[in-house]
């Protein structure tokens, strides 16, 4: 499909889904597809977007955070990253490839290759966000991976993230986040069902009530449920 077909269809998906200002999202969209590349980027809030309305959650498109949205009752804002695939990918199905029958085959990270290990990768995402999170609110980071070599590394991610966070004072962005949620797409880039992992962080500034807390932690891979 060429970049405006691609718009049209995950434009047409969110506002079927119910997502609300699609049309300035829209708009972002078409100012931004100078590429293919760039606008698979831009995809990702859609992708977060559709994701959470499968949930059952109400969303808004916005800008500074990406996402607005209410789940079981309860409001909070997502920022959202996208994380390309990467050549550790690559490596990782060749050896796989390559390996013998019924051997195990150790799968490396991006340590090797690009000097930095993922979930180091997930925490220096969440610093440089840091004037996305809105004061006196509930925020979490949502990266949106065609990476496997992020599987299951969002509570890493998450942990190197309040390491980090923890040195600075109390007044810092960095406090305001809540947690870090991991997606991909099982049957293709944002197409769905959503294989999602959700870590919360240490000793943010605002505390996620339990109700929300237990709603995106029971997010799981192929899981909607109605809006509640």
């Not at 290990?117 to 509930?138: L, N, P, W």
């Not at 944002?190 to 919360?200: E, R, S, T």
Request: charged share 30%; proline share 3%.
């Amino acid at each position: 499909m060429n970049p405006d077909q691609i718009i049209a269809y995950y434009v047409s998906r969110l506002r079927d889904g119910g997502a609300h200002n699609v049309d300035e999202y829209e708009s972002r969209l078409r100012s931004n597809a100078v590429s293919l590349a760039n606008l698979n980027n831009f995809l990702s809030e859609a992708a977060a977007a559709l994701m959470l309305l499968d949930y059952g959650a109400d969303v808004t498109m916005q800008d500074r955070p990406d996402l607005a949205a209410v789940l079981r009752g309860e409001r909070f804002y997502a920022e959202v990253k996208h994380f390309n695939r990467k050549a550790q990918d690559d490596l990782n199905d060749e050896a796989v490839r390559n390996a013998p029958e019924f051997e195990f085959v150790l799968l490396e990270d991006t340590t090797r290759t690009e000097g930095k290990s993922t979930y180091r990768q997930i925490a220096d995402v969440a610093i440089r966000k840091a004037d996305q999170y809105r004061e006196g609110e509930i925020n979490i980071l949502v990266i949106d991976s065609d990476s496997e070599t992020l599987h299951l590394m969002a509570r890493s991610g998450a942990q190197e993230f309040s390491d980090d966070k923890q040195r600075e004072p109390r007044d810092s962005p960095l406090h305001r986040l809540n947690g870090i949620m991991l997606m991909t797409s099982l049957i293709g880039v944002h197409g769905g069902p959503w294989n999602v992992d959700f870590a919360i962080t240490r000793s943010p500034a605002r505390r996620m009530s339990f109700r929300l807390l237990r709603a995106l932690a029971e997010i799981r891979m192929g899981t909607t449920k109605g809006k509640l």
